[in-house]
């Protein structure tokens, strides 16, 4: 599986913009994928995820909650998180990645070792 994340930018505080991440793979609807951030100097942070076809079901860290959304097209094998009110404290590099294993409890969708495979990373940074 090839995870291709994109839509990264420059964005004021209070903006938006919209992440996409594009799989390969016959099977994507049965992945969850989620999303994480790594701002300098940091350890890389659980932002969200969406569970795999048949649920749907999004989960987000309390810091985002309301004001980013997760969402997937399976036609598509694609998976978008829309980052709404964006704050400086934001910024950070965006990855995706792809659990194709079973399903897992939510506490464990939060730690890196859930996932199998992830992508590239994009650079999100809001500043004035």
């Known amino acids: 599986v090839q995870l291709q994340a994109s839509g990264g930018g420059l964005v004021q505080p209070g903006g938006s913009l919209r992440l996409s991440c594009a799989a390969s793979?016959?099977?994507?609807?049965?992945?969850?994928m989620g999303w994480f951030r790594q701002a300098p100097g940091k350890e890389r942070e659980w932002v969200g995820f969406i569970r795999r076809i048949g649920e749907g079901t999004t989960y987000y860290t309390h810091s985002v909650k309301g004001r980013f959304t997760i969402s997937r097209d399976n036609a598509k094998n694609t998976v978008y998180l829309q980052m709404n009110s964006l704050k400086p404290e934001d910024t950070a590099v965006y990855y995706c990645?792809?659990?194709?294993?079973?399903?897992?409890?939510?506490?464990?969708?939060?730690?890196?070792?859930?996932?199998?495979?992830w992508g590239q990373g994009t650079q999100v940074t809001v500043s004035s």
């Open positions: 793979g016959r099977t994507f609807s049965s992945y969850d």
């Open positions: 990645a792809a659990r194709t294993r079973g399903r897992t409890i939510l506490s464990a969708m939060q730690e890196n070792s859930a996932y199998d495979y």
